[in-house]
């Protein structure tokens, strides 16, 4: 079994940041793919920012710029820089890891994160 835990979520105001964590633990040979959705009240869940297993990244345009996603492999742990935040930017937050064997989805129980305006 695979837990995905995610903090660093909070109210702050427009412009500040926040930086996301999620930490993996369990039977994890390699992460193949990890990444962070976030769902809006009312909105479908969307993607944010991703990152591969060779560091390749991918960000919804509505972040790119502000936001930086890394991953320390040694601690199967990725982040979520996000700067100049906005208050569209507020959602709860979930990170999503394609784990080996297997290449099985799991997700985390999500960090909210409000921004006010």
């Known amino acids: 079994q695979v837990q995905l835990v995610e903090s660093g979520g909070g109210l702050v105001q427009t412009g500040e940041s926040l930086r996301l964590s999620c930490a993996a633990s369990g039977s994890i040979v390699s992460i193949w793919t990890i990444g962070w959705y976030r769902q809006a009240p009312g909105n479908e869940r969307e993607l944010v920012a991703s990152i591969s297993s060779g560091t390749r990244t991918n960000y919804a345009d509505s972040v790119k710029g502000r936001c930086t996603i890394s991953r320390d492999n040694a601690e199967n742990t990725v982040y979520l820089q996000m700067n100049s935040l906005k208050p569209e930017d507020t959602a709860v937050y979930y990170c999503?890891?394609?784990?080996?064997?297997?290449?099985?989805?799991?997700w985390g129980q999500g960090t909210q994160v409000t921004v006010s305006s």
């Open positions: 999503k890891a394609i784990i080996l064997p297997g290449f099985r989805a799991y």
